[in-house]
């Protein structure tokens, strides 16, 4: 049986998809075109996962709203 309390739409699954892409974009562009000290990279990555967890959060939310 699939866990509600880990669940989100399908079109949260598609916002998180998009919001991966997006990460991985800006994160190449750093790498490859940036000459940036290390911080700002771990910077960004604790800055990303950090929105990750908020954008899971509110759509886990809306969805488990639209189940009751």
Same mark, same amino acid.
């Not at 049986?1 to 990460?23: C, E, H, T």
């Not at 190449?28 to 290390?38: A, I, K, R, V």
């Given at each position: 049986?699939?866990?509600?309390?880990?669940?989100? $739409?399908?079109?949260?699954?598609? =916002?998180?998809?998009?919001?991966?892409? =997006?990460?991985?974009?800006?994160?190449?562009?750093?790498?490859?075109?940036?000459?940036?000290?290390? =911080?700002?990279?771990?910077?960004?990555?604790?800055?990303?996962?950090?929105?990750?967890?908020?954008?899971?959060?509110?759509?886990?939310? $809306?969805?488990?709203?639209?189940?009751?």
């Amino acid at each position: 049986m699939v866990n509600p309390k880990q669940q989100v $739409s399908g079109r949260g699954i598609r =916002v998180l998809g998009a919001f991966v892409l =997006v990460y991985l974009l800006i994160g190449s562009y750093m790498y490859f075109y940036m000459d940036l000290p290390t =911080v700002a990279y771990a910077g960004y990555g604790v800055l990303s996962w950090l929105v990750g967890m908020w954008l899971f959060y509110r759509l886990h939310k $809306s969805y488990m709203a639209d189940l009751g």
